[in-house]
């Protein structure tokens, strides 16, 4: 077994302390790769992956499935965010999946670094997730909302697009 280089061994500890210190639950199934689960609002939970390589950090979160319609918007929106992001940007994976991805050079692995690059990931994840789930699956919000409301269903999982389904609905 060959051994870890010293920098990605002491990013690794660095992000480890960092990791606990942030009080966030997170697991390292590997040695030196990190499963953390940020805390949301709108998105209660995203898995934020860090890996630790022999030159960089990898950061991997998974924010929303292949869109089911207007994928051509989604992509725009979301080439049209990257830009102005930090740390991260938007991807999608082979099935069509939407990611934020990052790499982060090994050298700039510190405390105040991760704290500000898991902070992004989790703004841009929780204050996205709601655009993303409109743009992409807005029938099946508006079938679901139509569905529940009919049987005297609870709508109290689908509030946060109670504005999104009357704009919606206003125009048929």
């Not at 990605?8 to 480890?16: D, F, G, I, Y």
């Not at 529940?148 to 689908?158: D, I, K, P, V, Y």
Request: charged share 25%; glycine share 8%.
């Amino acid at each position: 077994m060959t051994s870890r280089p010293a920098e990605a061994e002491a990013a690794a500890t660095v992000l480890r302390a960092a990791l606990a210190e942030a009080g966030l639950d997170f697991a390292e199934p590997d040695p030196g790769t990190f499963v953390a689960n940020l805390p949301g609002q709108k998105r209660l939970k995203t898995a934020c992956w860090l890996t630790v390589g022999s030159s960089n950090l990898t950061i991997e979160a998974f924010v929303v499935r292949k869109p089911d319609e207007n994928v051509a918007e989604v992509h725009r929106w979301l080439l049209a965010h990257n830009p102005r992001m930090f740390g991260v940007a938007w991807s999608v994976d082979d099935a069509g999946d939407i990611y934020l991805s990052g790499r982060w050079p090994l050298a700039a692995v510190t405390a105040e670094s991760i704290d500000r690059l898991l902070g992004a990931v989790l703004d841009y994840a929780d204050s996205s997730f709601n655009t993303l789930l409109e743009m992409g699956f807005g029938s099946s919000i508006r079938r679901e909302w139509a569905w529940r409301e009919s049987r005297g269903e609870s709508l109290a999982n689908l509030a946060a697009f109670e504005g999104y389904v009357h704009r919606a609905g206003s125009d048929d």
